[in-house]
């Protein structure tokens, strides 16, 4: 049986949404300001995230992407880190985090990676992680170096932005050190 305590450091838990969650699933999700860079084409509903809630297994195998719930030591929640675009054959996944705001600058969204990463390397047996990053986001560069992830390519005018351009972003990426 797994212990929860991998799940935990410095103050800091990821755990599985709650019905109590919506509020701040809400927010996040519907946070205009990293739409361009999370794919996201419009505002979701409450109806939605609370299906969503509901009908999670939080089983990365059966529903091919895992959302976990950032809480500080307080049990607020500071954040999400999310694992998406699974694929078993490969063995890797796509990794998305988003601190809060107020929380920014704490070191939690590091401490929630290498917690992550522990999950899907040691427990769930993935062998790589990637993220897409915009090369204009500096602190989510750093913070994703400061984990030991490498910039692997850049794809040009990948991701089209509100103004109507379109935005260079990173791949990167890190294997699994078993």
């Keep these: 049986m797994m212990d929860e305590r991998h799940l935990q450091k410095n103050g800091l838990r990821l755990r599985a949404p709650e019905p109590e969650d919506l509020e701040v699933m809400f927010r996040f999700e519907n946070a205009t300001d990293v739409w361009e860079v999370s794919n996201t084409t419009g505002p979701y509903s409450c109806f939605q995230l609370r299906q969503y809630i509901e009908q999670t297994r939080n089983d990365l195998f059966t529903d091919r992407q895992l959302r976990l719930m950032i809480e500080d030591e307080m049990r607020q929640v500071?954040?999400?880190?999310?694992?998406?675009?699974?694929?078993?054959?490969?063995?890797?996944?796509?990794?998305?985090?988003?601190?809060?705001?107020?929380?920014?600058?704490?070191?939690?969204?590091?401490?929630?990676?290498?917690?992550?990463?522990?999950?899907?390397?040691?427990?769930?047996?993935?062998?790589?992680?990637?993220?897409?990053?915009?090369?204009?986001?500096?602190?989510?560069?750093?913070?994703?170096?400061?984990?030991?992830?490498?910039?692997?390519?850049?794809?040009?005018?990948?991701?089209?932005?509100?103004?109507?351009?379109?935005?260079?972003?990173?791949?990167?990426?890190?294997?699994?050190?078993d």
């Design 78 to 177: 500071v954040g999400i880190v999310d694992i998406c675009n699974f694929e078993p054959l490969h063995s890797r996944a796509e990794v998305g985090i988003v601190v809060d705001r107020k929380y920014r600058r704490r070191g939690i969204g590091r401490v929630a990676l290498e917690l992550l990463e522990q999950h899907c390397f040691h427990y769930l047996g993935i062998h790589q992680l990637f993220a897409y990053i915009a090369v204009e986001n500096f602190p989510c560069r750093r913070l994703f170096s400061a984990c030991g992830y490498k910039e692997n390519a850049v794809l040009k005018e990948w991701v089209h932005t509100c103004g109507g351009g379109y935005m260079d972003v990173l791949v990167v990426q890190k294997l699994s050190p």
